[in-house]
């Protein structure tokens, strides 16, 4: 398999990095509108029993281990509380007050955010290199909200909402480190 040239994976899954960002970006567009059309709740719920559906049929049928392992569920419900739970509703609800590509940007702060959980909960350092990417993250947001101002501030539920999203989802990442599951993550992720 030929390796695109210092990448370190294979240039035959181009494509997949291809789908997944387009995908990825239809998806909020396409969340909005929806939601012109269905309940939250129900929406989400359709969402999200529909891709765990999905996600243990694909586990099943690659003989994965699907139970969780005794004394883990400890483990398992705040993590799915916060990355699932608490970040669809957000998400969800936030998106109905501002535009869908403005609500996409404040969620994906979660990296941002994640750093100085980690230092505090991981006691993971902060080294150079994450100062470094703390300082390009946020003036990557800084420039792409920089004629967004006004309409960031037009919406304040959404915004709050999205990054309470966002920073919930940092939470249930840094937990997932910190406990982790003993499960493939095929089935930890359906769970």
């Given at each position: ?11 035959s ?11 990825w ?44 392992p ?7 419900l705040?993590?799915?509380f ?19 590509g403005r ?14 959980l ?28 920089s ?40 089935a930890?992720?359906a769970?």
């Amino acid at each position: 398999m030929k390796r695109h040239e210092g990448h370190g994976f294979p240039a035959s899954i181009l494509w997949v990095l291809v789908a997944l960002t387009l995908g990825w970006g239809f998806n909020w567009p396409m969340i909005k509108l929806a939601l012109t059309e269905m309940p939250v709740l129900s929406f989400r719920s359709v969402c999200l029993l529909g891709g765990a559906a999905g996600l243990f049929a694909i586990a099943a049928w690659a003989r994965l281990p699907l139970r969780v392992p005794r004394g883990q569920w400890g483990r398992l419900l705040p993590m799915a509380f916060f990355n699932i739970t608490v970040w669809n509703l957000c998400v969800a609800y936030g998106i109905g007050y501002m535009p869908s590509g403005r609500a996409a940007i404040l969620a994906f702060t979660m990296p941002l955010w994640s750093v100085p959980l980690s230092a505090w909960l991981l006691h993971e350092r902060i080294t150079a290199r994450r100062v470094l990417g703390l300082l390009l993250g946020t003036g990557a947001i800084l420039l792409l909200l920089s004629n967004e101002w006004r309409a960031v501030e037009a919406a304040p539920k959404g915004t709050m909402l999205i990054l309470g999203g966002a920073l919930s989802w940092a939470v249930g990442t840094v937990l997932m480190k910190r406990y982790p599951v003993d499960l493939p993550v095929t089935a930890l992720t359906a769970w």
